[in-house]
T-cell receptor, first 112, second 112 residues
Framework: SQQGEEDPQALSIQEGENATMNCSYKTSINNLQWYRQNSGRGLVHLILIRSNEREKHSGRLRVTLDTSKKSSSLLITASRAADTASYFCATGGMDSSYKLIFGSGTRLLVRP | AAGVIQSPRHLIKEKRETATLKCYPIPRHDTVYWYQQGPGQDPQFLISFYEKMQSDKGSIPDRFSAQQFSDYHSELNMSSLELGDSALYFC???????????FGPGTRLTVL
């Protein structure tokens, strides 16, 4: 990946458990966005957190951002089988277009 | 709510042929981004437009060109197609810079 790594690369949990995914990046950012992708399909926007924010919630999702460590985490609480997907973090930089640079993704499997 | 529209959804071409991919952003979004996702890879930024002007360029081959029209839709033109161009091509739109980028369903291009 151009930007960094996501950890773990793959995660298998039981329905009802929480899932935590971590993302590290290399450069200064304006924002960080998390996406979900079901196998070979579109990227669904989950949440955006700006560089001056530390934590954000949306439903069962909680995102944290630590700009000093250049890292972010996505927590999915009370997971469901339908949460099975790949999750990508993507950083929007400080350049002219705020293009997104994606991490390598975490493949999440939620077992029913 | 209206989403990003991409056409066609699937495209099969022979080597050395040309292809045109279309993207219709969310209404009132003025910024369009193109990304390429190879099999098992994370999406890679290709090119972006803001208010019909190219704003940034990534790892886009010289064989590819793109533009944004007066109605804000965008087209990605690909010539002299190679086997390695087989990928998912995503268009994303946002309201100006530094905001959520919403992705279309993608065009799956297969080059034989």
């Amino acid at each position: 990946s151009q930007q960094g790594e996501e950890d773990p690369q793959a995660l298998s949990i039981q329905e009802g458990e929480n899932a935590t995914m971590n993302c590290s990046y290399k450069t200064s950012i304006n924002n960080l966005q998390w996406y979900r992708q079901n196998s070979g399909r579109g990227l669904v926007h989950l949440i955006l957190i700006r560089s001056n924010e530390r934590e954000k919630h949306s439903g069962r999702l909680r995102v944290t951002l630590d700009t000093s460590k250049k890292s972010s985490s996505l927590l999915i609480t009370a997971s469901r089988a339908a949460d099975t997907a790949s999750y990508f973090c993507a950083t929007g930089g400080m350049d002219s277009s705020y293009k997104l640079i994606f991490g390598s993704g975490t493949r999440l499997l939620v077992r029913p | 709510a209206a989403g990003v529209i991409q056409s066609p959804r699937h495209l099969i071409k022979e080597k050395r042929e040309t292809a045109t991919l279309k993207c219709y952003p969310i209404p009132r979004h003025d910024t369009v981004y193109w990304y390429q996702q190879g099999p098992g890879q994370d999406p890679q930024f290709l090119i972006s437009f803001y208010e019909k002007m190219q704003s940034d360029k990534g790892s886009i081959p010289d064989r590819f060109s793109a533009q944004q029209f007066s109605d804000y839709h965008s087209e990605l033109n690909m010539s002299s197609l190679e086997l390695g161009d087989s990928a998912l091509y995503f268009c994303a739109s946002s309201l100006s810079y530094g905001n959520e980028q919403f992705f279309g369903p993608g065009t799956r291009l297969t080059v034989l």
